[in-house]
């Protein structure tokens, strides 16, 4: 294992990394072309960093696509982002089934054509058997939707009676939203500058660490990725603790 020039022992690199891909419009302006060239260029960018993220002992990579706001877009780029996902569906699923990656999307899935519904289900359904990592694509997802969902679930079995109100807690809420079952997310990046959420993992990301990059989307490779992780493995994470060790008893 690498070591810091103390000699102490770098931390552990993340095993999530969820990415919020902004910045393909901005990327395109500046070449001026339409929006539509900065997606075809932006989802280029997402086999290489899945490798670079399998090499680098990431267990579970998190993509932002499509925000539950995005359908506010003009019709034409929300059609191409739609043909795009498409095509991307077709095209990788077979490779990642190869390459032993499981992928799930999450979102709402109910506003999509019933092709790409279907082409979803295929894709999961071809890759259902991966061991050496999971690629989420969050696509018409929101945060709040994800939490509203979770709780309107337990209303259910509240009013069905399979479940008291008191049993509703943190920790049992925690097992409704998505990615419940996948390593919690370590480290939260956004590429483009903007430093904020937009919807994206609320919950999930109560503890996640946050690296901000100004470099936009279709220009994020595998140096970047290094420089977020090598920032994380920076981090001290104390989740509301002390790490101070013996100063602690001094308290
Ligand atoms: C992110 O790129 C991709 C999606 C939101 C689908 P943008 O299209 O938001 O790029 P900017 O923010 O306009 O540069
Ligand atoms: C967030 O980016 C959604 C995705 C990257 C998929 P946006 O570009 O939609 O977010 P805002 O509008 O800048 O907050
Ligand atoms: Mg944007």
Redesign the pocket.
């Known amino acids: 294992m690498s070591s810091r020039g103390t000699g102490e022992e770098l931390p552990a690199g993340p095993r999530h990394i969820a990415i919020i891909?902004?910045?393909?419009?901005?990327?395109?302006?500046r070449r001026g072309l339409s929006?539509s060239a900065?997606?075809k260029a932006?989802v280029e960018r997402i086999r290489d960093l899945l490798s670079a993220c399998r090499e680098r002992g990431v267990e579970v990579l998190t993509l932002?696509?499509?925000?539950s706001e995005?359908w506010q877009?003009p019709p034409k780029?929300v059609e191409l982002?739609m043909s795009l996902f498409h095509s991307y569906l077709g095209r990788e699923a077979r490779r990642m089934r190869d390459e032993g990656v499981r992928l799930r999307v999450i979102g709402r899935r109910d506003r999509f054509s019933p092709r790409l519904q279907k082409a979803i289900a295929e894709a999961e359904a071809v890759t259902a058997g991966g061991e050496r990592g999971t690629l989420v694509i969050a696509a018409d997802y929101g945060g709040r939707w994800d939490i509203a969902r979770a709780a309107r679930q337990m209303a259910e079995e509240v009013a069905a009676g399979s479940r008291s109100p008191d049993s509703v807690t943190e920790d049992s809420l925690a097992a409704y939203m998505t990615l419940a079952d996948l390593p919690p997310v370590d480290l939260l990046v956004r590429s483009?500058g903007?430093q904020r959420i937009s919807n994206f993992i609320l919950w999930q990301a109560a503890y996640s660490e946050f690296y901000f990059t100004d470099t936009?989307?279709p220009d994020f490779g595998t140096a970047e990725l290094d420089m977020a992780i090598e920032a994380y493995q920076r981090r001290d994470r104390r989740f509301g603790g002390r790490n101070d060790g013996g100063l602690a008893v001094q308290a």
Not at 21 to 29: I, L, P, Q
Not at 64 to 67: G, V
């Open positions: 891909m902004d910045g393909n419009g901005r990327w395109a302006a929006p900065g997606h932006g932002f696509a499509f925000s995005n877009r780029e982002l483009s903007e936009l989307w």
